[in-house]
């Protein structure tokens, strides 16, 4: 078992940055890949990034390319999410997940966290 708990979300404004940090318990942490979902009001969950178990590998979505910086410090199992020029299309709860396949696909998450709001004015 994995409980994951985001913190880090808030307000911002267009153009501002955010760092959400994910402290995951449990298991041992560098067995999982990591990554950071979201879901704007009335939208389905998207993906937005991925790090691979040691950290060597990631992954974003386009619309946060060049933008979010995903990361991880194993020795202190925690992820994170730099948000960098922020918009107000970014606002969201953002989630992360843990996965103990190798190269996760969207379904093969195992564990959440509870989700932080990140509100973004304009």
């Known amino acids: 078992q994995v409980q994951l708990v985001e913190s880090g979300g808030g307000l911002v404004q267009a153009g501002g940055s955010l760092r959400l940090s994910c402290a995951a318990s449990?298991?041992?942490?560098?067995?999982?890949?990591m990554a950071w979902f979201r879901q704007a009001p009335g939208k389905e969950r998207e993906f937005v990034a991925r790090?691979?178990?040691?950290?060597?590998?990631?992954n974003y979505a386009d619309s946060v390319k060049g933008r979010f910086i995903i990361s991880r410090d194993n020795a202190k199992n925690t992820v994170y999410l730099q948000m960098n020029s922020l918009k107000p299309e970014d606002t969201a709860v953002y989630y992360c997940?843990?996965?103990?396949?190798?190269?996760?696909?969207?379904?093969?998450?195992?564990?959440w966290g509870q989700g932080t709001q990140v509100t973004v004015s304009s």
């Open positions: 997940a843990a996965a103990s396949v190798l190269v996760p696909g969207p379904g093969d998450y195992d564990y």
């Open positions: 449990g298991r041992i942490f560098s067995s999982y890949a």
């Open positions: 790090i691979s178990r040691s950290g060597g590998g990631t």
